[in-house]
């Protein structure tokens, strides 16, 4: 079985250290570069905490529920509906979470998904019961697309949750793309995918889940249908987190127990960033929605948080305009520190 090119080299940084009196220090860092993603990735070898969980009564302060399009007051007045030919109701709707188009599409399928009529949901409060119909509600308007037979390929499910992510409305939500072409990263990983095949070597995504099983440093576990892992070379300075589907090659091959997996195993990860004084993460779910063998329904989880005391953002220069991430996390930390989540 060929290895994954995982490629890494450690650098040494000196200067003279004026908390030492001005004695020579070093200080290591890793750069890392994954070849089937493409990122790059700089680890520093050093862990840096968050000490006290950030306020989010400011947040509630700017966004209230007498303002918020999502909540009962304002929803039935400020929400876009579907044209007819989609669904005569111009809602999706399962229990109390409803779909709707986007009023401000970044593409031209792009739809929201409200979970209930709650405006502020805290992370440790987001419980498989409470997600599971805003994500079948998305997996609905999935099917319609589909069944309307206009050659749509590629879906994602996405959440920013809270503002430090980009999450423009504090009201919980989930937002779905529905595509004839993938997103350039998922195009990326197609691409990866299907090299890897064409070399005679197998299933990427096969090999990736033994091999990272084996080497037992980022592999955190196997739930069944799901293996969750680390990523080697983190797209964001607070870590990240990966979930693959073994063997599912499309939206549609999920199962409702697919998803009850997922979203346990999503609110084990809230646990854990709710106790390491997170308050807000990204989340996207690829899929293809026709079956395409080299590529397996998979997805990324990213803790996102501010630096105070100025509320400076975890994304700068290095990230928007060299392609390459600083992170202070060390993904095989990451790794053992979330696999207690999943034992208990």
Request: charged share 20%; net charge neutral; aromatic share 14%.
């Amino acid at each position: 079985m060929k290895k994954l090119g995982f490629k890494k080299e450690t650098t040494v940084g000196r200067y003279l250290d004026p908390f030492n009196n001005f004695q020579e220090k070093q200080v290591s860092f890793e750069v890392r570069y994954d070849d089937i993603t493409g990122v790059s990735s700089r680890i520093l070898l050093y862990r840096s905490r968050m000490s006290l969980k950030p306020e989010v009564d400011s947040y509630l302060e700017k966004s209230p529920e007498s303002l918020c399009p999502f909540c009962p007051g304002l929803f039935e007045k400020l929400t876009p509906k579907f044209t007819p030919d989609i669904i005569s109701e111009g809602r999706f709707q399962r229990g109390q979470s409803y779909l709707f188009p986007n009023a401000f599409p970044y593409d031209q399928n792009h739809s929201v998904a409200i979970f209930s009529p709650r405006h502020f949901v805290p992370m440790n409060e987001l419980t498989p019961g409470f997600m599971q119909n805003g994500f079948k509600v998305c997996g609905d308007y999935f099917h319609r697309m589909a069944q309307m037979n206009l050659g749509y390929k590629y879906c994602s499910i996405n959440w920013n949750y809270m503002p430090p992510a980009g999450g423009g409305v504090i009201h919980p939500h989930l937002q779905t793309v529905v595509g004839l072409k993938p997103t350039n990263y998922v195009q990326r990983l197609l691409e990866s995918a299907q090299k890897y095949a064409g070399n005679a070597n197998g299933n990427l995504w096969r090999n990736l889940i033994v091999l990272e099983k084996e080497a037992q440093e980022r592999f955190i576990t196997s739930t069944g249908s799901i293996s969750w892992l680390t990523s080697f070379a983190p797209k964001s300075m607070g870590g990240e987190i990966d979930f693959i589907f073994q063997e599912k090659s499309s939206f549609f091959e999920l199962t409702e127990a697919n998803i009850a997996e997922l979203l346990s195993g999503l609110s084990r990860i809230f646990s854990y960033l709710h106790l390491n004084n997170f308050i807000s993460f990204n989340i996207s779910l690829y899929a293809p929605m026709i079956n395409d063998n080299n590529f397996w329904v998979q997805g990324k989880i990213v803790p996102r948080f501010v630096v105070n005391p100025l509320g400076t953002s975890d994304i700068n220069y290095f990230e928007k305009l060299h392609n390459e991430i600083i992170c202070p996390v060390v993904p095989e930390e990451l790794c053992r520190e979330l696999q207690p989540y999943f034992n208990s």
